[in-house]
């Protein structure tokens, strides 16, 4: 049994470009294998709350002396456990204002923990979520991944970057861009992503079966 997780961050809600590639690779893995379990979280329709001052303290120690702190900590024991009992972990990435969408950066801010999805060691930190894939599906409306605009890609970099903290380094990025460039950009370059997703899928089955 393959377990997937399935982040979608659009709030863009039945319009999001992201969110309907993300459902694409569900259906592709779903429909061609009894042997996959899919979890899917929407944090774009229903966010993981961003952090405060009556919260933050809980999610840096572990520990909790009020309401809110209990309320947070349950929480991002929640998250991480969806991501511990996955084997692939899939996030529906839309570009905002060149990073990645606050809601997002929310469930991460839950879900990195010192001691528990990672740790400071004598030769630095050590990610301990290891073993496990990701797959990054980002929609920008530009194009960033190459060029002179390449310089203005705060999404991409941050979301490995994250993703690595934890010990998942094993991410393949796939990206529907130029969505601003005109139909028959757009059309291309969703023709792409579906064509990468494909691929993904095929590579994905076998370790179901």
Request: glycine share 18%.
């Given at each position: 049994m393959t377990r997937i997780l399935i982040i979608d961050s659009a709030a863009t809600g039945a319009q999001s470009v992201s969110r309907r590639l993300t459902s694409e690779l569900a259906e592709r893995l779903a429909g061609a294998s009894g042997k996959v379990e899919i979890v899917r979280r929407d944090i774009g329709s229903s966010p993981v709350p961003h952090l405060t001052e009556e919260t933050v303290f809980a999610i840096r120690t572990g520990e909790s002396k009020t309401e809110a702190e209990r309320g947070a900590l349950m929480l991002s024991d929640a998250l991480i456990d969806e991501i511990r009992a996955a084997d692939l972990v899939v996030i529906g990435a839309p570009m905002y204002n060149f990073g990645m969408p606050s809601t997002l950066k929310a469930w991460f801010d839950h879900v990195l923990r010192a001691r528990v999805t990672f740790r400071y060691t004598e030769s630095g930190p050590e990610?301990?979520?290891?073993?496990?894939?990701?797959?990054?599906?980002?929609?920008?409306?530009?194009f960033y991944s190459e060029g002179p605009s390449a310089a203005m890609d705060s999404q991409e970099p941050?979301?490995?970057?994250?993703?690595?903290?934890?010990?998942?380094?094993?991410v393949t990025f796939v990206r529907a861009e130029k969505l601003a460039f005109g139909p028959e950009a757009a059309e291309a370059s969703l023709g792409e992503a579906s064509r990468r997703l494909r691929e993904i899928a095929a590579l994905e089955l076998p370790l179901a079966a």
């Open positions: 990610g301990l979520m290891k073993g496990k894939r990701a797959v990054v599906v980002e929609s920008r409306a530009g941050h979301l490995r970057t994250l993703l690595g903290f934890m010990g998942i380094e094993e």
